[in-house]
């Protein structure tokens, strides 16, 4: 047998508890989430150091509209910031910026700054660095549903022909792998609308760790974690 460590090509990463953070800090929600800015950073060494190809952070879902407008309006400068400071960093590491979820709810400002970013990085072939915002898996495959639904009333698509691959490739990851490892940081044990189809087969992981303090040593144990499983696709072995 392999002594070789198992690698998942995809991991998904839903970065909870900026908020019991900032509050244990003494500090306001808000700078929870700037200080989430460094986990990334830190995950993203950690996967190229792993050749992990792709990395998604549910950075923002369709339900985090419903938070005070203060939260919200400081999450969307921190995205601007971000991606207009990083990204000449993402762009000499190899890594490549994109998004899932409907950016139409975006303002013009944050939607410029992200089409800048990927179009910045498109060339990178480290790493895809995925970004989920104002998405959720409900809002996603409800999205993909009326987009097939249009073809088959159109006569394009034969609602017999539709199968897996056909909602595949009808959401917003139909050009990424479906995430082998979902980690939930602060303890919480639950998916909350995402990527519920695509991790049909995943490993899930719930380090009680907070987000802001998730570290290269905690995405190492995420991996150790990983290798310890014992996948089986629904078979015997
Ligand atoms: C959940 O913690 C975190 C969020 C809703 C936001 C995550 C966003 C970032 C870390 C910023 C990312 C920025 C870029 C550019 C990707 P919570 O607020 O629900 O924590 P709580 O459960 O402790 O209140």
Redesign the pocket.
């Known amino acids: 047998m392999s002594q070789e460590k198992r690698i998942p090509q995809h991991v998904a990463i839903i970065?909870?508890?900026?908020?019991?953070?900032a509050e244990l800090h003494g500090l306001q929600?808000h700078e929870?989430?700037a200080a989430?800015?460094e986990p990334?950073r830190a995950s993203l060494r950690a996967a190229i150091r792993y050749g992990i190809g792709y990395l998604t952070?549910y950075?923002?879902?369709t339900e985090?509209w419903g938070r005070p407008a203060q939260e919200v309006d400081a999450?969307m400068e921190?995205?601007c910031q971000?991606?207009i400071h990083e990204t000449p960093e993402l762009q000499r590491q190899g890594i490549r910026l994109r998004t899932i979820g409907d950016n139409t709810r975006f303002s013009e400002k944050v939607r410029s700054h992200l089409a800048r970013a990927e179009e910045q990085t498109a060339a990178g072939d480290r790493l895809t660095f995925i970004?989920a915002l104002n998405y959720s898996s409900r809002d996603e495959i409800t999205r993909a549903t009326r987009q097939i639904a249009a073809r088959a009333a159109a006569g394009a698509l034969d609602p017999e022909r539709i199968d897996e691959a056909t909602l595949s490739a009808a959401l917003d990851t139909a050009e990424y792998p479906d995430p082998d490892l979902v980690i939930r940081t602060?303890g919480e044990k639950r998916l909350s609308n995402f990527l519920l189809w695509q991790a049909s087969y995943a490993e899930l992981y719930f380090p009680q760790v907070?987000?802001p303090d998730f570290s290269e040593e905690e995405f190492d144990r995420a991996i150790a974690e990983y290798d310890r499983r014992d996948r089986r696709f629904g078979l015997v072995k």
């Open positions: 970065m909870d508890g900026n908020g019991r953070w929600r929870g989430h989430g800015i990334i952070f950075a923002f879902s985090n999450l921190l995205f971000c991606v970004l602060s907070l987000w």
